[in-house]
Antibody, heavy 119, light 110 residues
Framework: QVQLVQSGAEVKKSGASVTVSCKAS????????MHWVRQAPGQGLEWMGI????????SYAQIFKGRVTMTRDTSTYTIFMELSFLKSDDTAVYYC????????????WGQGTMVSVSS | QSALTQPASVSGSPGQSITISCAGT?????????VSWYQQHPGQAPKLMIY???KRPSGVSDRFSGSKSGNTASLTISGLQAEDEADYYC??????????FGGGTKLTVL
């Protein structure tokens, strides 16, 4: 059973930063791309960016450029998403997800991490 | 990149078929065959139902099928069952090398 296991819920103040982690497997790190997708309460899905776990290259959605950083730790097969300068409308569930191809969809998702931002 | 356009809601009775549309542009849905569909039950993570327009992952019922014509993709669910009641999202790769989702469709099984 393929699993992506994410870190726990976070509560942050406006202007702060948050880091969410997603632990995968050796096979996932070698053969898949990893993405971050968020979902605000009662809203739809929003793609944030992609990281290639094997090489570390990244690409971010335009609206998050300058605020998001995606990294990985190859020793623990874990990827990280840091979002800075948090605002109240960053309150959302953040998911990691993997894709087998660069352009294709997401076959496995993490359980989600709730990030709440208050002023 | 604007979200793909889906109907806010659709409904059907058990045993019936329904179709959910996903309207895009020549920069996304119309440009590539990288359209996928996700089912999301309340409080759960999304689940892949269709990828590359028409392909079904192992374990997904053959009652789910996908298609595309021009800039619009569609998800059809035949033989509706109560367990199909959920939110459904479409996805596409874009010519800007980004990714975009639809706004989501709430399916109600009457």
């Amino acid at each position: 059973q393929v699993q992506l296991v994410q870190s726990g819920a976070e509560v942050k103040k406006s202007g702060a930063s948050v880091t969410v982690s997603c632990k995968a497997s050796a096979i996932t790190f070698s053969n898949y791309y990893m993405h971050w997708v968020r979902q605000a309460p009662g809203q739809g899905l929003e793609w944030m960016g992609i990281i290639n776990p094997s090489g570390g290259s990244t690409s971010y959605a335009q609206i998050f450029k300058g605020r998001v950083t995606m990294t990985r730790d190859t020793s623990t097969y874990t990827i990280f998403m840091e979002l800075s300068f948090l605002k109240s409308d960053d309150t959302a569930v953040y998911y990691c997800a993997r894709s087998a191809t660069l352009r294709g969809g997401f076959d496995t998702w993490g359980q989600g991490t709730m990030v709440s931002v208050s002023s | 990149q604007s979200a793909l356009t889906q109907p806010a809601s659709v409904s059907g009775s058990p045993g019936q078929s329904i179709t959910i549309s996903c309207a895009g542009t020549t920069s996304d849905v119309g440009a590539y065959d990288y359209v996928s569909w996700y089912q999301q039950h309340p409080g759960q993570a999304p689940k892949l139902m269709i990828y590359d327009v028409t392909k079904r992952p192992s374990g997904v019922s053959d009652r789910f099928s996908g298609s595309k014509s021009g800039n619009t993709a569609s998800l059809t669910i035949s033989g509706l069952q109560a367990e199909d009641e959920a939110d459904y999202y479409c996805y596409s790769f874009t010519t800007n090398k980004t990714r975009v989702f639809g706004g989501g469709t709430k399916l109600t099984v009457l």
